[in-house]
């Protein structure tokens, strides 16, 4: 009884501390992800390799990329984390949740918790789709797979 009593008064601490990592400002990965950051969704016509690719060629030649990161446990899934100003937390930090399709493309969804940065979720997708094009209004024209993906907001 007694070790059931400790247990939930360490669970409820740890809870307490959580919260208060949050209301102390400091803005997590997965506080970023809810509906209300969502800023893009997009479908990216290659693979997490071809990400990859396009991300270190993208650094050599202009000197800023995104930053990939594949999920640990589920090969399907990963990021990438652009931050808005060097050493950004996550309350200025592009991320993008990406998932692997059956099909061979990327299903994107970028999260911001800063308003207006339209033109840099179009730099990091310009990265992907023309790496090397430093400015990404002078990138050829984007292609989409067709389906039938109808992204939310662009």
């Known amino acids: 009884m007694k070790k059931g009593i400790i247990i939930l008064a360490g669970l409820?601490?740890?809870a307490a501390l959580a919260g208060c990592a949050a209301?102390?400002?400091q803005l997590r990965e997965?506080?970023?992800?809810?509906?209300?950051?969502?800023?893009s969704e997009r479908r990216i016509n290659t693979d997490f390799v071809g990400i990859q690719r396009a991300?270190?060629?993208h650094q050599a030649e202009c000197g800023k990329a995104a930053v990939f990161k594949m999920d640990e446990r589920q090969a399907s899934y990963g990021t990438l984390r652009y931050p808005l100003e060097e050493g950004a937390g996550w309350e200025k930090t592009i991320l993008v949740d990406l998932t692997l399709m059956q099909k061979g493309w990327v299903d994107a969804k970028v999260?911001?918790?800063q308003a207006g940065v339209q033109q840099q979720i179009k730099e990091i997708f310009?990265?992907?789709?023309?790496?090397?094009i430093c400015n990404p209004?002078?990138?050829p024209k984007e292609v989409q797979p067709e389906d039938d993906f109808k992204p939310v907001a662009q």
């Open 12 to 14: 409820a601490g740890l």
């Open 23 to 25: 209301q102390n400002g």
């Open 30 to 39: 997965d506080d970023l992800r809810r509906s209300v950051y969502l800023q």
């Open 55 to 57: 991300l270190f060629k």
């Open 111 to 113: 999260y911001s918790y």
């Open 126 to 132: 310009t990265s992907i789709r023309a790496p090397g």
């Open 137 to 139: 209004d002078e990138a």
